[in-house]
């Protein structure tokens, strides 16, 4: 019979328990047994769960306090060697100090960079790889929550990210080389994680390579046959993951390797079934990723039964149900649901859902009884009723899409000619400080904005409270001495869900939380339908701000990209013309803050790169509609309103070309973890726009030096001339708290004044 698994389940918890333990850890509030109490707990709800939802194989090793892969450098012994870790366990304390620099224990140091994983809003962190590196094998966690399954009755699978996908998603310290050379010292630890296994009565464990879904160079292709063969263990069945999108090219390597199934993504790529099917050999497991483990709709299970039905033709037994991915990627229980309306509710699916999902489709493949009838005409009756439903489409919409022009999509002057009018204005100093826009969101901004939604405030006793704090926010500005100031955006919940609650076309959950990175968790909202505005979101809170102050006020919007990728988006549509859409709205909200006497607007595409596919053939096409959608965002302004944006941890060397054809005035990102070394490329391809490198890592409770930030300055001088460079933080500064901040922006302020007395007395900056 078929079996069914999952390839990983939310961790944080129905109600972010694991985040409330984390944070309380972390400030001393409870103690690491109470910690480790907790994610017992968790783990045995979740595999719980899933065994009574009817997998055949409960996944083990998914769990993470903070980051999987972050796990597995611990698992290894790959400890950078500032963490002052020489051997024996990888303790609690040293992984979080990775993490972000700082634990309840131990010495403070910089965390490891921290940077997408594939083309989803999860962060990983950045394996550090040095020439020569060995390995060895430091942590048992995996062993142990093995053992703890088993003892609970599980039929369990442990789950491991792959060798291969551990060094490409790796990154070269001190010198570059090929990380490849890592590979023979790396293989022997998995192989003895793999003997203790089977020593522990697996029978089954899940290895994913997740880079078969990439251009792989053919050296890295070839390696592949190689390591597995060296990786098999007797008695002990390797089920390779791949997810996120096609073999391509890589079909045949993945087919070949020596491993007892293939795990395949028949959601992103359904056009490859009958093609890996054609290569499988006839000893292997299929498994077939049907259930879409990135997204929130409820599966179309009529269609997915009919594509089972003709694997199973062809496979029998050797056809494994799974969801596409690790449902890691979407909320945890749909029924905490209470307060979203029913016809909604009936359209959507979360992680516990799509397990009866799963179990419910093997179910049909073997016999439909009364019980899976009615669950398949559930579902029927659902998709027909979305597909059919009036709140999905609006003519005005699609008209106002249809109207769009090339003119809508670009700005009168180019960039040289619009820096000259927007500086006789600003007249601002050399190296301009600013912020990316939020801060602290203490306990008592989140109770005010709760009483409001509650009722137990009116409108007008709502906006005082949040002038108040606005006011407070310009005047800690004023007083650091910043040159651009923000509002602070203390009525913002989320940079995405803010701006999806004022417009038409989004659904909000209550409970609907995923991990983003460590302890930090966003509710994505549900793009369910055509995308408007109603009416200004952001344009009194700026215009207030600005009253409070002479100094430019900065208006702070969530670009039309970035809302796009930062939610559960619909799929009957393309996602271009969704994009386009949310586009035109923000900007009527550009034009209005303009209006309004702003004339500094940052729209922020933290999730740009994040959306580019995994193949670079389709990389242009994204990047024409992600590109155009910014511009038609930022193009209805004069030449001397000045348009920022920013970016998160990404990569720029390969979208250059694209980041530039954004044509921002001015762009910051995030480079305090990569010690600058993100502006190489700024600097090779003559990046002609405004540059803020982010000097202060907002991810870690340490404060930036002084010198630390003037020897960043002075890094980034030495890629971009001094008059193109602005000084700020990382990101936004919303989870950090106002001792921390005040400290570290003033620290900001006084390099920014140091760099400044140097040029003016002619020192380069860059020495």
Known sequence: MSKTHNLGFPRIGARRELKQAVEAYWKGDISQDQLEQTGRELRRRHWQLQSDAGLDLIPVGDFSWYDHVLDLSAMLGAVPPRFNWSSGTVDLDSCFRMARGRAPSGKAAAACEMTKWFDTNYHYLVPELHAGQQFALSSDKLFSETAEAQAQGHQVKPVILGPLSYLWLGKCKESEFDKLELLDALLPVYGEILQRLRAQGVEWVQIDEPILTLDL??????????????????????????????????????????????????????????????????YKVLSVGIIDGRNIWRTNLDSALVTLENIKARLGERLWIAPSCSLLHVPVDLEQEDELDEELKSWLAFAVQKLDEITTLKQALTGADNTVAIKLAAARTAFDTRSRSPRIHSPRVKQRVDSITDEMARRSRPYAERAALQRDWLKLPLFPTT??????????IRHTRKAFKQGKLNEQEYISCMQ??????????????LDVLVHGEPERNDMVEYFGELLEGFAFTRHGWVQSYGSRCVKPPILFGDVSRPRPMTVEWSRYAQSCTDKPMKGM???????????????????????????????????????????????????????????????QHYLDWAVHAFRIAASGVADDTQIHTHMCYSEFNDIIESIAAMDADVITIETSRSDMELLDVFESFEYPNEIGPGVYDIHSPNIPTVEQIVELMKKAGQRIPAERLWVNPDCGLKTRGWPEVEAALANMVAAARILQDESAAGLKVSA
């Open 217 to 282: 160079p053919q050296e890295w292709q070839a390696r592949f046959e190689s390591a597995y063969n060296r990786l098999q263990t007797g008695g002990l069945n390797i089920l390779l993951a791949t997810y996120f999108g096609a073999l391509g090219s890589n079909l045949t390597t993945a087919c070949k390797l020596p491993v007892a199934g293939l795990h395949i993504d028949a959601v992103r790529a359904p056009e490859q079934l009958t093609t890996v099917i054609d290569h499988l050999p006839a």
């Open 468 to 481: 108040r704090e606005i006011a407070l926010v310009v005047e800690k500005q004023e007083q650091l001495g």
């Open 435 to 444: 912020t990316i826009g939020s801060f602290p969101q203490t306990a008592e």
């Open 557 to 619: 919007l969530t670009g039309p990209v970035t809302i796009l990728n930062w939610s559960f988006v619909r799929d009957d549509q393309p996602r271009s013309t969704t994009c386009a859409q949310i586009a035109l709205a923000i900007r009527d909200e550009v034009r209005d803050l303009e209006q309004a006497g702003i004339r500094i607007i940052q729209i922020d595409e933290a999730a740009l790169r994040e959306g580019l596919p995994l193949r670079k053939g389709e990389w």
